[in-house]
């Protein structure tokens, strides 16, 4: 049967895509290969507890303030049974100012999740990883690519603004990940395993290092020839005004000089003493009962606090 001439049409589209998307990997993999920064969770010895740490660590958090953490906790927990069996409060504690602290309880989570349902190994099985306590898509995506090579679309927001300006030839990526951004990352993904992995890696570091949000370094790019966005002249965005990240005076502020006080006491705080960290009363008590709300602090008879103990 003779192809009809919209489908002969749809398979040049097809084949011109697949063409395009190949042309991406090589270039940007090897400058990975020799730009990669030398992360300790990139290192063999750090294991997949060791990449579960770290993208836990990383979400909203810059690298160099997630180092010294990072060593800090794999040197205490070295895997999810030593984790596991201290208390909660200790993972807000060793948490220290990276803030979002709600992450080191839902790592805490994960960690007992894993050393009751999995013998103590974090599982290679992307749908076991999705159902750990606290992980969602990116970070199963994550660790099941970065830990154990397997081939997924990892997207975070480095990765979206590398695709968004590549491939879409916009400046900035949605303020949410759509189905079109996922549908565009599977598409993009090399079809072997090692290539899909490392491919994930490279161009996650691209955009942290090169693609930049403020001052994209199109000079230094892999892959600038081949970019939509650099090849239309680089047109300003146009879509949703972009997310600032406020802090100061914000509730966000309060919790963290709050948690600062407990992490830093021995045992339990008066509500006295957690009241000088703050002089709006309406504002401090808001952000008080936001955190034991949320699991971070634990109130104790004679309006005492502390970290979280079970």
Same mark, same amino acid.
């Given at each position: 049967?003779?192809?009809?001439?919209?489908?002969?049409?749809?398979?040049?589209?097809?084949?011109?895509?697949?063409?395009?998307?190949?042309?991406?990997?090589?270039?940007?993999?090897?400058?990975?290969?020799?730009?990669?920064?030398?992360?300790?969770?990139?290192?063999?010895?750090?294991?997949?507890?060791?990449?579960?740490?770290?993208?836990?660590?990383?979400?909203?958090?810059?690298?160099?303030?997630?180092?010294?953490?990072?060593?800090?906790?794999?040197?205490?927990?070295?895997?999810?049974?030593?984790?596991?069996?201290?208390?909660?409060?200790?993972?807000?504690?060793?948490?220290?100012?990276?803030?979002?602290?709600?992450?080191?309880?839902?790592?805490?989570?994960?960690?007992?999740?894993?050393?009751?349902?999995?013998?103590?190994?974090?599982?290679?099985?992307?749908?076991?990883?999705?159902?750990?306590? @606290?992980?969602?898509?990116?970070?199963?995506?994550?660790?099941?690519?970065?830990?154990?090579?397997?081939?997924?679309?990892?997207?975070?927001?480095?990765?979206?603004?590398?695709?968004?300006?590549?491939?879409? @030839?916009?400046?900035?990526?949605?303020?949410?990940?759509?189905?079109?951004?996922?549908?565009?990352?599977?598409?993009?993904?090399?079809?072997?395993?090692?290539?899909?992995?490392?491919?994930?890696?490279?161009?996650?570091?691209?955009?942290?290092?090169?693609?930049?949000?403020?001052?994209?370094?199109?000079?230094?790019?892999?892959?600038?020839?081949?970019?939509?966005?650099?090849?239309?002249?680089?047109?300003?965005?146009?879509?949703?005004?972009?997310?600032?990240?406020?802090?100061?005076?914000?509730?966000?502020?309060?919790?963290?000089?709050?948690?600062?006080?407990?992490?830093?006491?021995?045992?339990?705080?008066?509500?006295?003493?957690?009241?000088?960290?703050?002089?709006?009363?309406?504002?401090?008590?808001?952000?008080?009962?936001?955190?034991?709300?949320? @699991?971070?602090?634990?109130?104790?008879?004679?309006?005492?606090?502390?970290?979280?103990?079970?």
């Amino acid at each position: 049967m003779t192809a009809s001439p919209s489908q002969t049409s749809a398979s040049r589209t097809s084949a011109s895509h697949a063409a395009a998307t190949s042309a991406l990997h090589s270039p940007v993999i090897a400058w990975f290969d020799e730009h990669a920064r030398d992360l300790p969770w990139r290192r063999p010895e750090a294991g997949p507890w060791g990449v579960m740490v770290s993208e836990f660590m990383l979400q909203q958090t810059p690298v160099s303030r997630v180092l010294p953490v990072y060593e800090q906790w794999l040197a205490r927990w070295p895997r999810p049974a030593d984790l596991a069996a201290d208390a909660p409060g200790e993972a807000v504690r060793t948490w220290g100012r990276l803030g979002y602290p709600r992450r080191a309880l839902r790592l805490h989570g994960a960690a007992r999740a894993i050393t009751e349902r999995h013998g103590g190994d974090v599982p290679r099985d992307h749908a076991q990883l999705l159902a750990l306590p @606290g992980i969602g898509e990116y970070t199963a995506a994550a660790v099941a690519s970065f830990a154990y090579g397997q081939r997924h679309a990892v997207l975070d927001t480095n990765v979206r603004r590398v695709f968004a300006r590549a491939s879409t @030839g916009v400046e900035y990526p949605p303020n949410a990940t759509t189905a079109a951004e996922r549908r565009l990352a599977r598409a993009l993904l090399p079809p072997d395993e090692d290539t899909a992995a490392r491919w994930a890696a490279a161009s996650m570091e691209l955009g942290a290092l090169v693609c930049t949000a403020k001052s994209p370094d199109c000079d230094r790019c892999p892959v600038a020839g081949l970019c939509a966005w650099r090849l239309a002249g680089k047109p300003a965005h146009d879509g949703p005004p972009r997310r600032g990240q406020t802090y100061a005076g914000t509730d966000r502020q309060v919790r963290g000089k709050l948690l600062a006080v407990l992490r830093d006491a021995v045992g339990a705080v008066p509500r006295a003493v957690l009241d000088t960290v703050w002089d709006e009363p309406v504002q401090r008590a808001r952000a008080l009962d936001g955190l034991v709300s949320d @699991g971070l602090v634990e109130p104790l008879e004679g309006g005492l606090y502390r970290l979280p103990q079970t």
